[in-house]
């Protein structure tokens, strides 16, 4: 009888601990989720406050794209004709004005992914999100502008043919597929964050997806600049 109830007692023993280990173990991961909401929270605001009051001189960085390609090679791709290699120059055109756009945020962007490339979530799908995100953003804060006029003229000197060696690398980065360009909007706040914010917490990222807004629209606008450049160019999408 004694051995049976010693035996009740360890399982009930047992049972409590395995509950509180549980218990323990998810409570540090509530704590993880919401210490690394917090960070990357507060560096996207960051990021994207900086960004969206340099929207300026983004705009002049790539109304400069424009302005060198009319002065230096103006109707470079004349009789080119619109086919995947002309695709990939109008991705190539897509890539000076991101590049020429966010080269002075570059110290802020290596900022924002120093804070964001460790964090994780027990949301595996959240983390995945903005490891995705954080790796897209790393590639192009890597990317130098690309040499467009050389890079149209070497297509023309081939007979549009072949394109340049320089096309060809700069776009297998800034735009390997569709599905995984490169080219990624400043600021990212995946819905899931929203689950772990506190109510402080919830007004800053308010503030941070305003700014996002801010720069969406400016980016918006900008599809007419790509437009100038194509036809100065004389290339066809």
Request: proline residues 5%; hydrophobic residues 45%; charged residues 20%.
């Amino acid at each position: 009888m004694r051995s049976r109830l010693a035996t009740v007692a360890l399982m009930i023993a047992l049972g409590t601990l395995a509950l509180a280990a549980q218990l323990t173990g998810t409570a540090l991961a509530a704590g993880s989720d919401g210490a690394a909401t917090e960070a990357y929270v507060r560096a996207d605001y960051q990021l994207v406050r900086l960004a969206s009051s340099r929207i300026p001189n983004a705009d002049n960085a790539i109304q400069g794209v424009l302005e060198r390609v009319s002065g230096e090679c103006p109707q470079a791709g004349a009789n080119s004709p619109q086919d995947p290699e002309s695709t990939q120059l109008s991705n190539e055109v897509i890539g000076a004005m991101v590049t020429s756009a966010i080269h002075g945020e570059l110290p802020a962007i290596r900022a924002f992914i120093r804070v964001a490339s460790p964090l994780r979530w027990s949301n595996r799908g959240l983390t995945s999100t903005i490891q995705r995100y954080v790796t897209r953003l790393r590639t192009l804060a890597s990317l130098g502008e690309p040499a467009l006029c050389a890079d149209v003229r070497a297509w023309a000197a081939s007979g549009y043919r072949a394109l340049g060696s320089g096309t060809v690398s700069f776009d297998a980065r800034f735009f390997p597929s569709w599905t995984t360009p490169a080219w990624v909007a400043i600021g990212e706040l995946p819905a899931a964050l929203a689950h772990y914010e506190s109510g402080a917490l919830r007004s800053l990222a308010g503030r941070a997806s305003a700014r996002e807004e801010e720069l969406t629209e400016f980016e918006a606008g900008e599809v007419e600049t790509w437009g100038k450049i194509m036809s100065a160019l004389e290339l066809w999408p």
